[in-house]
């Protein structure tokens, strides 16, 4: 065996692995110490704004690093990468995550060129991996944890309705629920108690946590809060009328996603078939399939086949989405 595709395979194998431990792996003793005395020493600071604006960064999770700072430059739209990321509820960084992105780019791309891909094909692979990969299992967590928040959300209104007509004011009930619920339904109640705590209204707390959710459910009780504020009336039975028809929502969607789920699975089957079809052939003649890359007949054909499936999956996905 050559010597130069070990090497580069060595190379590759710990750049990538270098990447991902540098992405994953938490900060270091001697540093998270010396943020916890400085945090402990501004928080007791005299000044009552130093004070505040760090209970603020440990709510809301406001740290910056350097690595952080790099990533951003280079990344593109790192606000909203910031808001998916803080979407997941996990301490993930937008440097951890540009990191993981080279890493896997770097990998698939010299591993690629080790199975005698060319060198666009393997560019192009690679790239795809390395943007796709990360942002697929971003939304896979941002999806399962909505999912979570969603099916314990009724509940926990109704355990606010069971405090309200015990006579506890909405504040208070708040914090219940976040100590009593678990699951991010008790985590972003908690944020939200914590926040009215050093002095943001309930409307303000509220409406950060509908942002960062970015689910209808939460929407539809920032607003009924916030109408009831308005024009009064009796709180716990609007809540207790929210909590079932989120139920009923909730119901619905099962119906409608048992409904379509055949549909769904036959457009998977047919989208997915052209390329388990070109990889296999690749594998069995590669040289015949290298022609793609060559001929731009073949190149315009294949642009142009990438093209219509595009139109038929849309079309496809837009049959079998319903909104509720």
Excluded: C
């Excluded at 750049?15 to 938490?26: D, H, I, N």
């Excluded at 709180?235 to 119906?255: D, F, G, I, S």
């Excluded at 998977?268 to 388990?276: C, E, K, N, R, T």
């Amino acid at each position: 065996m050559p010597l130069l595709p070990v090497i580069l395979l060595a190379i590759g194998a710990l750049t990538t692995l270098g990447l991902l431990f540098f992405a994953l792996s938490g900060p270091s003793t001697q540093r998270a110490g010396d943020r916890r005395l400085s945090a402990v020493r501004d928080r007791h600071s005299p000044n009552a704004n130093t004070a505040v604006e760090v209970q603020m960064r440990r709510i809301t999770g406001r740290t910056a690093t350097r690595t952080d700072q790099a990533a951003m430059r280079f990344l593109p739209r790192p606000e909203e990468l910031q808001k998916r990321l803080a979407m997941t509820g996990k301490p993930w960084t937008v440097g951890q995550y540009g990191a993981t992105t080279l890493g896997i780019f770097v990998g698939t791309l010299l591993l690629l060129l080790l199975l005698g891909f060319p060198l666009l094909l393997a560019l192009f692979l690679g790239l795809g991996m390395g943007a796709g990969i990360p942002h697929f299992a971003v939304g896979y967590v941002i999806n399962k944890r909505v999912k979570a928040f969603n099916a314990k959300f009724p509940d926990a209104i109704e355990l606010l309705v069971r405090g309200l007509r015990s006579g506890l004011p909405i504040t208070e009930t708040m914090a219940v629920v976040g100590s009593e619920v678990e699951g991010p339904v008790g985590e972003e109640f908690r944020a939200v108690a914590d926040k009215m705590k050093i002095g943001r209204s309930m409307d303000v707390a509220l409406q950060e946590t509908a942002d960062r959710l970015g689910t209808k459910e939460f929407q539809f009780f920032v607003i009924t809060i916030a109408i009831q504020r308005e024009t009064g009336g009796n709180l716990a039975e609007t809540l207790q009328n929210l909590a079932t028809v989120l139920r009923q929502r909730a119901q619905m969607k099962l119906k409608i996603k048992a409904m379509s789920s055949e549909s769904k699975a036959s457009a998977m089957i047919i989208g997915a078939l052209p390329f388990i079809v070109f990889i296999l052939i690749w594998f069995v003649n590669s040289a015949y399939m290298q022609n793609f890359f060559v001929d731009q007949r073949l190149i315009v054909a294949g642009v142009g086949g990438m093209i219509w499936m595009s139109i038929g999956a849309f079309i496809m996905a837009k049959m079998v989405s319903f909104e509720i």
